[in-house]
């Protein structure tokens, strides 16, 4: 689950307009504390209109006056209504935009725990209910106007009512402090279970071939549906808090006015007030005791505080700083791991010390799965930092580099590339620097690329959403991607696992004969690939076993065995095993 971290980096505050003005809340503020000041205003006028009419049989310009303050109260809703809306609609969108800028510029495998569901649960539902927090806020505080001013107005028309209606005040204070209390634990829950409803619906979603295979469409959708009936107790809670609420305040409420007006009947019989006073006096009673306006606001500004939560956890998710160096130009791609420890959930994943790839070479990392390469290529290209130690290229520690330094200079090729939704020449295009189409026609030829685009039906111009295209196919184009893009150091992560043998070997060579070669790590699964590596970093358990050239270390049954190849060629005592043969398509 998705937590804030204080003391960890944090994301630089987003400055881009996703931070609105207070205007529209202070304008709903405005607004309905105006529509507020002429509800309590009202039953002063009316009762003093009724007693004219009472007396004179015409109340000259009072009755003008009520006839005012009726519209003036409906045009002031109406006002604050339109406010509501824009004040919610921009702060829902920059809520929306700063979570998705921490998410995108989080530390990539912090960003791990994040399911789809649960990011598109904050995203939508969570970001808009934070969004309609503050105008509710606004209308919240401008409703203390309503009863504050109902009391004062009251105590100016009769003390003794106003007394008998603030003594019934507290049991009322107390009604709606148990509601924001309890509401706000069933409200995070709620949001919680939803988000978890999301996330397996949309891991069913990516999994329907395996669900179709498998024929396991029911049992999938009772786990999808599994939290429902939580749900449906969470959303059933939450309604019986908003129904005590209510009932209590429906019970107080009426008692109160009934109090009010019974005190009232005695001062009119006393003589000490009007009738008119009299229907000012319930009115402002009621006026003072209407918590149910209040109590669905405050209902919105605890949903909105719970869900705020949520959106923030992905706004402040820790993210990479950068320093102010750049790397000597023209360097060659010297790659150095000193006393690098890589630590996940209390485990040590990686340790790599004193591995150096001198400028120019071509290193295969290999291992078993879950023995620690990707780590290291993360590691090596700085997508995250080490816990302890330094990777330094060319001399300098990459957390030292600056942000532009280390993303020219290094780039990186994965098993399944997101290229976005533009052309196939967009998708290579896009990076850190602007690329030429000859240059993006190069990367594509040298990533094996450019037949299969040219038969596209506009060619490198399709739009990737109308290119039907393979799993080989979409590889080679981040693959095209990273070549046009690659500075001193490249790191394929799994990036040809799609491709067959004989792509994969044309995909080399392609690399071998670029001008500039660079540095490169290769994730490495197929022993054709680390033989043709110059030298093979060999992770077991996440450490370093041995970095050394594949020959060297194919005499090793434990280092054949990471391919597969289990004792045969050992079996003859003393004699250096073979290398694997190429495949026949692979061979040059
Ligand atoms: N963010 C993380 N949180 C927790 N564990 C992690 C994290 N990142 C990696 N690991 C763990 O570190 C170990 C190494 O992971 P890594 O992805 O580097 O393996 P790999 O050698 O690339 O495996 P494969 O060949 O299967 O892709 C795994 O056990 C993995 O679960």
């Known amino acids: 689950m998705l937590r804030t971290e204080p003391s960890a980096r944090q994301a630089p505050a987003a400055d881009d307009g996703t931070r609105p003005g207070r205007g529209p809340e202070l304008l709903v503020l405005l607004f309905s504390a105006g529509a507020a000041v002429a509800a309590v205003a009202q039953p002063f006028v009316l009762g003093r209109t009724l007693d004219l009419l009472l007396r004179d049989g015409d109340a000259g310009r ?153 024929g396991t469409a029911a049992r999938e959708r009772r786990r999808v549906l599994a939290p429902l009936g939580e749900l449906a107790t969470l959303g059933g809670r939450m309604w019986a808090l908003h129904g005590r609420a209510l009932g209590r305040s429906g019970v107080l409420v009426p008692l109160l006015i009934l109090a009010a007006t019974a005190v009232g009947g005695l001062r009119v019989a006393s003589g000490a007030m009007t009738v008119g006073d009299l229907l000012a006096a319930c009115r402002y009673a009621q006026l003072t005791a209407g918590v149910g306006v209040a109590a669905s606001l405050l209902g919105a500004v605890v949903r909105g505080r719970a869900a705020r939560g949520r959106t923030l956890a992905l706004e ?19 790659l150095e791991l000193r006393g690098v420890r890589v630590v996940r959930d209390g485990r040590e994943v990686l340790r790599a010390d004193g591995v150096r790839i001198p400028g120019g070479a071509t290193a295969a990392v290999v291992g078993r799965s879950g023995a620690g390469k990707s780590v290291l290529a993360a590691v090596a290209g700085r997508l995250i930092d080490p816990d302890e130690g330094h990777v330094l290229l060319d001399g300098v520690r990459l957390d030292r580099l600056t942000r532009e330094a280390l993303r020219t200079e290094i780039a990186f090729a994965f098993e399944r590339p997101a290229l976005g939704e533009g052309t196939v020449a967009e998708a290579v295009a896009t990076g850190p620097r602007p690329v030429s189409r000859e240059e993006v026609r190069q990367a594509a030829l040298a990533a094996g690329a450019d037949g299969f685009i040219r038969r596209l039906p506009r060619g490198y111009d399709t739009p990737l959403p109308a290119a039907p295209l393979s799993g080989g196919e979409h590889q080679r184009l981040g693959l095209a991607r990273a070549f046009a893009h690659a500075g001193r150091l490249l790191i394929m992560d799994d990036a040809t696992s799609s491709l067959d043998t004989a792509t994969e070997h044309e995909v080399d060579r392609a690399l071998r004969r670029s001008p500039r070669p660079g540095t490169r790590l290769v994730v490495a699964h197929r022993p054709s690939v680390a033989g043709r590596a110059d030298l093979v970093v060999w992770l077991e358990e996440g450490k370093v076993r041995s970095v050394a050239s594949h020959r060297d270390l194919w005499t090793l049954p434990d280092y054949r065995a990471v391919f597969g190849v289990v004792g045969v060629e050992a079996s003859a005592p003393g004699a250096k095993p073979a290398l694997p043969p190429e495949p026949e398509e692979a061979r040059p």
Do not use: K
């Open 316 to 334: 402040r998710m820790p993210a990479l700083s950068y320093g102010t160096r750049g790397l000597p130009p023209d360097g060659p791609g010297d």
């Open 62 to 214: 009072w009755l003008t006056l009520t006839a005012g303050l009726l519209l003036g109260e409906l045009l002031l809703d109406s006002l604050t209504s339109l406010f509501t809306g824009r004040c919610s609609a921009g702060w829902t969108a920059a809520i929306r935009l700063r979570a998705f800028a921490g998410l995108l510029g989080a530390v990539p495998d912090r960003a791990r725990g994040c399911t789809p569901g649960d990011v598109g649960t904050r995203l939508t539902l969570n970001a808009a209910d934070a969004g309609s927090a503050p105008a509710a806020r606004a209308a919240l505080t401008a409703s203390l106007v309503t009863p504050v001013g109902a009391l004062a107005a009251l105590a100016v028309v009769d003390v003794w009512v106003a007394a008998c209606v603030l003594a019934g005040l507290p049991a009322l204070a107390l009604v709606l402090r148990a509601f924001a209390r309890d509401t706000g634990t069933s409200v995070a829950a709620y949001q919680h279970t939803q988000s978890e409803i999301a996330s397996r619906l949309l891991e069913a979603l990516d999994g329907t071939a395996t669900i179709a295979a498998a």
